[in-house]
């Protein structure tokens, strides 16, 4: 009799994780989390590729520009398509240039504030993609940067504060993850030159492993208040699976470095 | 460059090495990228900070005269990965420095390449390939 009691107690304690495993697995998802899982993995560090991208521009600065293209693939020739808005604040900044230290720039990343997007590819820093359930996480060495993309079916955040690194929310069409990015400042830069952008930016991002070792983000900026057309370009990562995140801290010489802006500053 | 020669300063206007980007942060608007330079100097200081390191080194003219110097380099974060610590360098070190000047004609220069005058090289400084390896 002993022997049956201590049987069947052992054999519900064992058997409660499985009911409620059981019972868990019947409700319905909590909103925010889904267990799916995504149809193709790119997590690990990546690197942007030196030359084989659009990216690459001048001698001096390899993948430091964006190279932007027309509807059909072309590279836009001539000053970009901005709007009489997107030219009154092309005009107002300051950006580096022959006669131009970054001291005397008033460009938003060398004051180390977050770089938005999709100026965030530009720097030549790692960045590596986390999938965990309902979100992918970027995490970019660069100024500590993260993103968010949402994968569990959610929409964009309503009455947002504008951000400047935007919000992201993403689904998968194939192996492609398709992020779609609203609710940004119109403080960053989209790259060196001071171009604009406003609060109405909508950033797509098609993003794709081209094979084991190359990731390409297929951009398409759509800002009607500061450019006349939407603007396509393009950025291929490499896989460096040797490698982690290390802390870059922006402000961590500034004292110093101050100063050396100062002294080497360009004279007009 | 042998050890023991007087210190040197070479200018060679229009002369391009391979010139390595100084990312982010600085940019390179400050550089005079038409013309190189290199210094034969003593390292007071090697600043491994970000945004970009930091070489300070003295150079000492053919009269004997000694100037302070400092030569800008890629952050620490893309220095390590290419093999550098912030032990790489020593005070007193002995070392030529190879890049571009600054416009205003301070004493301030790139570090696009380090060398110990007894032959030995410092880790290369280069990106990252494009390689997974």
Redesign the interface.
Known sequence: MRTRIVFWVCASVLLVPFLLHAQASQTPKAKGRTDDRPPADFTGVW?P????TLGAAT????G?QFVWLDSEGKPLKGPLPLTAWGQERLKANHP???N???ID?DDP??Q?FPSGVPRIYL???PMELIHTPGRVLMLF??GHNIRQIFTDGRGHMQDAEPSWMGDSIGHWEGDTLVVDTTGFNDKTWLG?GGQPHSDALHVTERIRRIDH?SLMIDITLDDPKAYAMPLHTQKKY????D?NL?????E??SL??LE??K?????K | MKPGLPACFFLAVGLMVVSLPLSAHHGAAEYDNTKTISLQGTVTALQYLNPHALILFTVKDDKGQTADWTAELQSPNLLSRRGWSRSTLKPGDQVVITGHPVKNGVKAMTGQKVVFTDGRETPNMGLPSDSSK
């Open positions: 690197y590729s030196s030359g084989s001698p001096d600065n390899p430091q580096t240039g022959p131009t230290s970054a720039s990343d060398f180390c720097f030549l820093y060495e660069y060196y070792d490499i896989l460096k699976p490698w290390m802390e870059f801290v922006c961590d010489n110093n470095f050396f802006e002294k080497t500053r360009i004279q």
